[in-house]
């Protein structure tokens, strides 16, 4: 899950990542330090149809909204939520049963239809969906891409094979099946990330084509619902869905309070306008304690930040080019003096939280040594200008800058800052390759698996590989770590393919970072998870 927050994973996440005296694009309503609502800050989410949200602030609004099939408990395993039972006997063809009685929001039943019709939508490629790629492992996902039409053929790329996934299959109202194309044991907790929940029947006009609308007034199966629209730039307002089934929250509904400047939600907590902010801007890390007191807090993350390099950009695509930039750039300064020590210097390419992970997996590509960087980019001919791009709205100015001042010392060649406004900006841009530079981005994981990372971040085609990296040596290793039988097996094959990162460097690992956030006086309770996401259901209003 990419990050759109300084340090997130997002998720991360996703999280590879967010205005006069402090104010947001809108005013919150009904979140006095009477009510039972509270306000939390995010950035504006790119999109809500869960097959196409892959940030962490639409993540985060996404969990009030859904009640997914699967969670995970403290130790990272998978839990039941909203199934029933997730059952395989060859780890190929899984059984999903569903609890009963859950309903939408708007009152209709949860059934299997649900689930399979949101993921077919997600998974055929003219839709366009972000997270179309976790759908890969489904049987006959292949055939609902486009080819892409050869340079002498026609120009508009022919129509899919087809428009349904072979291997989702309604049993009843109440079960489903899912075939893959390859064993894969790691399924019941990849049908944990947002990719996987259901949508409604009011969610289509037609088989395949959401309504008009329906993103900016979303129904959902969780504990809250939308009151009202979606206001862009300013506020989304959910509201608890009276008779819920599953776990109930303990507020009556959340004001998710959208910002382009964390420094001014870091006022509005300071002046008890936001309950939670989940990010801390750098800017305030060294005055939070005293500020917040015991409301200042930390707990453990995914996340993972970094710079992709644009592969397809000739001036990047030399490996020498792309290692002489990461041994320019010296991590534990940046963590000790941007960062106050709340982050830690990444020098792998999955974070510590997942089994499988490895210290110094990078070796010398991610140890500082300005000379032998000068002496390899001199010699691959680097750029002698270059701009490292970052979204405003995350608070990420000041490293970048500081980034750019080393590479600058480092190399001697210019290196300059550029903010997009917001990261779904930056995303657009990055998508359309247009010349954008290094991209800042983040990750969180969707779940607790090494793949996750590597899948997602790296593989060919990924869904969040901006940067165009491809080795096929990498994918097979990925894919064959995945149809492992045993974990020990599936972690072998991907460390072997995480040892291809190290030498062909298609990012710059920077920081491994933890949830730092913050609280009002109004709330208690407040925990974050792996996911960098709030605790809905632990966080309530003091009394």
């Known amino acids: ?36 609502t509270i306000v939390i800050g995010i950035s504006e989410p790119q999109h809500l149809i869960p097959s196409n949200t892959t940030e962490s602030s639409g993540a985060q609004v996404l969990a009030s909204l859904f009640y997914p099939l699967i969670d995970f408990d403290a130790q990272s395993k998978p839990i039941e939520v909203g199934a029933e039972s997730v059952t395989s006997d060859d ?37 366009g969906q972000g997270a179309s790629y976790f759908y890969e492992r489904i049987e006959g996902y292949a055939d609902l891409q486009s080819v892409d039409p050869d340079e002498d053929g026609p120009k508009k790329a022919p129509e899919p094979k087809a428009k349904t996934l072979t291997g989702l299959k309604k049993v009843d109202d109440t079960t489903f099946t899912v075939t893959l194309s390859a ?20 969610a289509f006009s037609a088989p395949g084509v959401i309504a008009d609308g329906f993103e900016d007034a979303i129904i959902g199966n969780g504990p809250f619902k939308m009151k009202g629209t979606w206001q862009h730039d300013s ?38 306008n936001v309950d939670v902010q989940t990010t801390i801007p750098i800017e305030s890390l060294a005055a939070a304690p005293g500020d917040l ?7 453990p993350s995914s996340y993972f930040a970094f710079v992709g390099f644009p592969t397809f950009d000739k ?99 210019e290196c300059t ?18 010349p954008v530079g290094l991209i800042r981005l983040a990750w969180g994981m969707d779940y607790p698996l090494m793949e996750n990372y590597l899948g997602p971040l790296y593989g060919t085609g990924g869904s969040s590989n901006y940067y165009g990296y491809s080795n096929p040596a990498f994918d097979s290793l990925v894919k064959e770590g995945s149809a492992a039988k045993t974990t020990d097996e599936a ?53």
């Open 1 to 36: 899950m990419l990050g759109n927050r300084p340090w997130k994973m997002a998720v991360g996440a996703t999280a590879i990542a967010l205005l006069a005296a402090g104010c947001s694009g809108g005013g919150s309503e009904d979140t006095d330090s009477t009510s039972n």
């Open 315 to 413: 001036n990047f695509a030399n490996k020498d080019v792309r290692r002489a930039l990461s041994m320019a750039v010296n991590r534990q300064e940046m963590t000790d003096q941007i960062f106050y020590g709340s982050q830690t210097p990444a020098t792998s390419f999955v974070s510590p939280v997942v089994a499988g992970y490895r210290d110094n997996t990078c070796g010398d590509n991610c140890k500082y040594d300005p000379a032998k960087a000068k002496e390899l980019y001199t010699a691959a001919k680097g750029p002698a200008k270059i701009q490292i791009t970052y979204n405003a709205d995350g608070g990420h100015k000041a490293w970048v800058d500081a980034m750019c001042n080393q590479i600058k010392a480092s190399l001697g060649i």
């Open 91 to 127: 780890n190929k063809v899984w059984t999903v049963k569903l609890k009963p009685g859950f309903t939408f929001s708007n009152g209709e039943p949860v059934i299997a239809d649900n689930f399979i019709d949101a993921w077919n939508y997600g998974a055929y490629g003219p839709n």
């Open 417 to 434: 800052g550029v903010g997009e406004p917001k990261f779904a900006d930056l995303l657009t841009k990055v998508e359309k390759k247009d």
């Open 183 to 202: 064993p894969f044991a790691g399924w019941e907790s990849v049908m944990g990330y947002n990719a996987f929940l259901p949508l409604p029947k009011a």
């Open 235 to 272: 506020q989304i307002v959910v509201e608890k869905v009276d008779g819920f089934k599953g776990t109930a929250p303990k507020i009556d509904g959340v004001t998710w309070k959208i910002y382009q400047d964390q420094k001014a939600e870091y006022a509005d907590l300071l002046a008890e």
């Open 293 to 299: 007191g015991d409301r200042f807090q930390k707990s």
């Open 491 to 543: 972690i072998a094959k991907w460390q072997a393919a995480e040892d291809i990162l190290a030498q062909d460097m298609p990012v710059i690992p920077l920081r491994f970072g933890q949830n730092v956030f913050g609280h009002s006086q109004k709330v208690k309770n407040v925990s974050m998870d792996l996911f960098s996401k709030v605790d809905l259901y632990k966080i309530e209003v003091s009394n």
